[in-house]
T-cell receptor, first 110, second 117 residues
Framework: KNEVEQSPQNLTAQEGEFITINCSYSVGISALHWLQQHPGGGIVSLFMLSSGKKKHGRLIATINIQEKHSSLHITASHPRDSAVYICAVRGGAGSYQLTFGKGTKLSVIP | DAGVIQSPRHEVTEMGQEVTLRCKPISGHNSLFWYRQTMMRGLELLIYFNNNVPIDDSGMPEDRFSAKMPNASFSTLKIQPSEPRDSAVYFC???????????????FGPGTRLTVL
């Protein structure tokens, strides 16, 4: 079973700061997902990646397959970025099951 | 598209009662997942359907839990009898699983917050 660890568990930042959230996993994967859970509870998929880097607006996700590590970066953070960010990994080819990290709670203060 | 629809959004019930949660996946999606989220354990997969067939129900806690998918546009998760430890947020998610693809994005519903007193 893949062990997924996220750090930090909680993060408070001032508006405008550059933010990094980390995710490490123990077993090789076919894909890694970053999810955002809003204070109201809804979950949105931000990225799905299996190599390299992806960018969407102010969000950047990177993955290093050899080191079994991924990072989610937020540039010019804003209070509306306040949410829980969850890393989830999918096993080998053909696997459907996601293993989730416990999440990182981000609070961006104006 | 309306996205994944779940009902009810909130459910408060007493221990021993039957609870039925409902999910309508995104039209055209062939995979459906039921998840449970608690503070202690985070998100956990309960059951996975592909083309309306249960593929993996190993995450279903015990016989009190059952799930059905009678057609491509509807699924239910039933708890009978409910217990206080079942209190959690239950999410339904759907995806389009195409052969040959390494992975696919799951789209989550808004969740059902269940409280069992």
């Amino acid at each position: 079973k893949n062990e997924v660890e996220q750090s930090p568990q909680n993060l408070t930042a001032q508006e405008g700061e550059f933010i990094t959230i980390n995710c490490s996993y123990s077993v090789g994967i076919s894909a890694l997902h970053w999810l955002q859970q809003h204070p109201g509870g809804g979950i949105v998929s931000l990225f799905m990646l299996s190599s390299g880097k992806k960018k969407h607006g102010r969000l950047i996700a990177t993955i290093n397959i050899q080191e079994k590590h991924s990072s989610l970066h937020i540039t010019a953070s804003h209070p509306r970025d306040s949410a829980v960010y969850i890393c989830a990994v999918r096993g080998g080819a053909g696997s459907y099951q996601l293993t989730f990290g416990k999440g990182t709670k981000l609070s961006v203060i104006p | 598209d309306a996205g994944v629809i779940q009902s009810p959004r909130h459910e408060v019930t007493e221990m021993g009662q039957e609870v039925t949660l409902r999910c309508k996946p995104i039209s055209g999606h062939n995979s459906l997942f039921w998840y449970r989220q608690t503070m202690m354990r985070g998100l956990e997969l309960l059951i996975y359907f592909n083309n309306n067939v249960p593929i993996d129900d190993s995450g279903m806690p015990e016989d009190r839990f059952s799930a059905k998918m009678p057609n491509a546009s509807f699924s239910t998760l039933k708890i009978q009898p409910s217990e206080p430890r079942d209190s959690a947020v239950y999410f339904c998610a759907s995806s389009l699983r195409a052969s040959g693809r390494a992975a696919d994005t799951q789209y989550f519903g808004p969740g059902t917050r269940l409280t069992v007193l």
